[in-house]
């Protein structure tokens, strides 16, 4: 499979733990994006990267989150200090440098906050 | 601001009938607008998107989509349904500027197609 592929599909965890999430991209896509999910919405973007650089942060990424992705490749989101509103499908999604207006999404992570 | 609109939380159609996903959308600029397609516990999947030229595209699975500047509106269209048509659709639309690719979607409408 060459999809975008996220780690792990579902997460349940307690309030104030802390979570982190991994996303493996299309293989040469330069620019990766995460967003997030609540049950009867779209996704809403949380920030993007190109290469390693984030360059985008939306409001809703408060301090208790931060991305990183450290070689340009895969990247990592971590929520500090989890909050039941944290419960959503976080998801991942990458375009290539060429038709960069595509963007291809992975499967999500799903993450339950108790 | 930029925003996208779905006005139907639900369409239902019968198999074989024509189908229309309504979308509308603001801003600034040239638009940008995809459509993605969500099965249950999946990701979205990409189906077709306008950029410039003909305002008819066609995507994957025999659907397209028309473009229209001066209503605003980007409807997602399919002659004949197929039960397995069924899922959510995502309308979006590109932010423009900064050269980012931020996307911006409406809140998605369920489509069902009954047999």
């Known amino acids: 499979d060459t999809g975008v592929s996220q780690n792990p599909r579902h997460k349940i965890t307690k309030r104030g733990q802390n979570v982190t999430f991994r996303c493996d991209p299309i293989s040469e896509h330069n620019r990766l994006y995460w967003y997030r999910q609540t049950l009867g919405q779209g996704p809403e973007f949380l920030t993007y990267?190109?290469?390693?650089?984030?360059?985008?942060k939306s409001r809703l990424l408060s301090d208790r989150f931060s991305a990183e992705r450290p070689k340009g490749s895969f990247s990592t989101l971590e929520i500090q200090r989890t909050e039941q509103g944290d419960s959503a499908m976080y998801l991942c999604?990458?375009?290539?440098?060429?038709?960069?207006?595509?963007?291809?999404f992975g499967p999500g992570t799903r993450l339950l906050v108790l | 601001a930029q925003s996208v609109a779905q006005p139907e939380d639900q369409v239902n159609v019968a198999e074989g009938n024509p189908l229309t996903v309504k979308c509308t959308y603001s801003?600034?600029?040239?638009?940008?607008l995809f459509w993605y397609v969500q099965y249950p516990n999946r990701g979205l999947q990409f189906l077709l998107k306008y950029i410039t030229g003909d305002n008819l595209v066609k995507g994957s699975y025999g659907f397209e989509a028309e473009f229209n500047k001066s209503q605003t509106s980007f409807h997602l269209k399919k002659p004949s349904a197929l039960v397995s048509d069924s899922a959510l659709y995502f309308c979006a639309v590109r932010v423009a500027g900064g050269g980012y690719n931020k996307l911006i979607f409406g809140a998605g409408t369920r489509l069902a197609v009954h047999p």
């Open positions: 801003v600034s600029g040239n638009p940008y």
């Open positions: 990267f190109q290469n390693e650089a984030q360059l985008e």
């Open positions: 999604a990458s375009s290539f440098r060429q038709q960069q207006e595509t963007q291809y």
